[in-house]
């Protein structure tokens, strides 16, 4: 097996730098757009066979040292009693809203084999199709990223919603954030017993807040989802790496670097060896490449490259990455150069 991305997560030596990339199984890809054209997406989430098919294109076509779990961070949202849609062009709408009482006490913590099934069955499908060609990472969103989704009804600019509940109703937020925590982490341990072989935990909008708020209204939750899930690791015998990605990450870092995950994620906004540094240095980072820079010519995302790997060989430990997600109109032999880039330039 491929295992050169879990040993580089444990912090151990390896003979190249692993590659994966967020939102691998995606539009950029042509082999994705036919599959999309015969379900939606969230048909494709809720179907394992159809989940499985396109979480491994990107290893067949891109030759990258992880399968990431097709699925999407507000499929908990549903089960814990939202209403749940993705509409061409406008992203993902949820409601009702949750934002005031009434609505919270509506939401429940799911089982997560029974409400989410179907992606422990895609966990458990992949597994035997991948059969250990690359590890398969499992996923979920922070409680706080998937929160925002939650009391705005969809994507958002400004956030009014959500600081307007943590600011008027600090106690009405608490109430809800422990639901939202207490089901990611069900939905996570679910994940790991079914198979999956790291887990990355989503924070993307983590950055809106001050360091003080982001530590009180969003870091709080992911240490106890941590805590929890390492303890029940523990007593199964299970050391699944966590990952832990937050956007914005740079005014953030020496607040992340007490989330106790074991590989921290890493945007473009900041150097990825000055994160490295800020985090304690001897850490596991990934990252970090500006997703926008695929559309370079390929002789200077080249030198991108070398730049971000040559700054992470200061860490402990680097899963080379995007700093955020690749976006649908990349040229996809841009994304395939690069992980040859990765490859040849980091070979030891
Ligand atoms: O990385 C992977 O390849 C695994 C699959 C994955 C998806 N979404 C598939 C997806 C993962 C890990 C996610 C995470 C996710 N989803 C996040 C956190 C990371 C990030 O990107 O910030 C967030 C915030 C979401 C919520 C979400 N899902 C939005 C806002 C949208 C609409 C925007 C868009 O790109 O269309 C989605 C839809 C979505 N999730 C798509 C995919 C492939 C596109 C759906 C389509 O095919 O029409």
């Known amino acids: 097996m491929n295992d050169t ?4 997560c444990r912090g151990e030596k390896v003979d190249y730098t692993p590659v994966w990339i967020m939102r691998q199984a995606g539009r950029y890809l042509a082999e994705y757009r036919a599959v999309r054209g015969k379900a939606d997406f969230l048909t494709m989430c809720k179907t394992p066979e159809l989940a499985a098919e396109v979480t491994i294109q990107p290893i067949d076509i891109l030759n990258v040292d992880a399968a990431i779990l097709f699925s999407d961070i ?63 990472i499992g996923f979920a969103g922070a409680p706080f990223t998937t929160a925002t989704y939650m009391i705005e009804g969809g994507t958002s600019k400004g956030f009014l919603h959500t600081k307007r509940m943590i600011y008027e109703n600090p106690a009405l937020y608490k109430s809800f954030m422990d639901k939202v925590t207490a089901t990611i982490t069900e ?35 992911v240490q106890q989802i941590i805590k929890d899930l390492k303890e029940w690791m523990q007593k199964r015998g299970e050391t699944v790496p966590v990952i832990y990605f937050v956007g914005s990450t740079a005014g953030l870092l020496e607040e992340i670097k007490t989330s106790g995950a074991d590989v921290f994620g890493v945007d473009w906004r900041i150097n990825i060896d000055d994160a490295a540094k800020r985090l ?50 990349t040229p996809r032999d841009n994304v395939i150069a690069l992980v040859e880039m990765v490859h040849r330039l980091s070979k030891k």
């Open 5 to 8: 991305f879990l040993k580089a």
């Open 74 to 136: 507000l499929i908990p949202c549903e089960a814990m009693g939202q209403g749940l849609d993705f509409h061409e062009g406008k992203g993902p709408i949820l409601g009702p809203p949750i934002r005031d009482e009434d609505t919270v006490k509506k939401l429940f913590v799911p089982d997560p084999e029974e409400s989410m099934g179907f992606v422990m069955d895609a966990i458990r499908l992949l597994r035997k199709a991948l059969s250990n060609r690359v590890p398969l």
């Open 187 to 221: 939905y996570l341990k679910a994940q790991v017993a079914a198979g999956a072989q790291a887990v990355q935990i989503f924070d993307t909008w983590g950055g809106i807040f001050s360091p003080a708020d982001f530590r009180m209204h969003a870091l709080s939750y």
């Open 280 to 329: 304690g240095g001897d850490v596991v980072v990934q990252g970090n490449l500006d997703p926008l820079s695929l559309f370079l010519p390929k002789d200077k995302i080249e030198e991108n490259v070398k730049d971000v790997l040559s700054r992470a060989s200061s860490a402990r430990g680097h899963i080379f990455n995007l700093g955020h997600g690749v976006v649908p109109e």
